[in-house]
């Protein structure tokens, strides 16, 4: 059940040196460029094409920037994963979750979830958002309330390990319990079972997990 925090974390170290550009919450692909060694030496890197409007994207001082048709850009200053490890950053850092942090960009609840909390978060992966079907994602992505309300589905209120995690309903943020059962020593929400337990972070702690989970009445 328990996965070592360093295949999750691990990535961090390169984003010292790399930057990040995630597409618009109606696009799926998240590209990854490495800063040029060159400009150390005195080169400079290539320009980088700028972000359409309603995209996000980095910029060459290592930042993830988001805008919506709704809000005004948004920047995340990468520096910070490694010095400020909290549930976004670390979640960012990770390398597994890009889609949910650029959702949670979207939903306007990047502050909540960098300085709110404790929170318990059971995370879906990038390759959890990629199971869903791209229509759906879209049309929940372009809902911001709708969005906020799958994303607050996800977060539990305090920092709960998965030996906290009793069978029963558990609150979260949205209002809507979830269901928590075991299979052995296996714990499962809403019959779907957590893939990698406990990443702590500052303020909360990452339950990871390898399906979106969605409120009962959407």
Do not use: W
Not at 139 to 165: C, E, I, N, S, W
């Amino acid at each position: 059940m328990r996965t070592s925090f360093v295949r999750f974390i691990a990535p961090i170290a390169a984003l010292s040196i790399a930057t990040i550009s995630l597409g618009s919450c109606s696009k799926d692909k998240v590209k990854e460029s490495t800063a040029d060694t060159s400009a150390s030496a005195g080169g400079s890197p290539a320009a980088s094409e700028a972000p359409a409007e309603g995209s996000a994207g980095s910029n060459s001082a290592g930042e993830l920037t988001a805008s919506t048709p709704t809000a005004p850009p948004i920047t995340v200053d990468l520096s910070k994963v490694v010095s400020t490890p909290n549930l976004f950053y670390t979640a960012v850092g990770a390398g597994s979750f890009l889609t949910l942090a650029k959702l949670l960009i979207a939903a306007d609840l990047l502050e909540t979830v960098k300085d709110g909390g404790p929170f318990t978060v059971f995370a879906p992966t990038d390759d959890a958002f990629g199971a869903v079907p791209a229509d759906t994602l879209q049309a929940v992505a372009a809902d911001k309330d709708k969005l906020k309300k799958v994303l607050l589905y996800h977060v539990v209120p305090g920092r709960l390990t998965v030996a906290d995690l009793q069978v029963g309903d558990l609150m979260t943020a949205e209002g809507t319990p979830l269901k928590i059962t075991k299979v052995g020593e296996t714990v499962l929400v809403n019959d779907k079972p957590i893939a990698a337990s406990d990443i702590a972070t500052s303020n909360g702690v990452i339950q990871v997990m390898g399906s979106v989970l969605l409120p009962p009445d959407l």
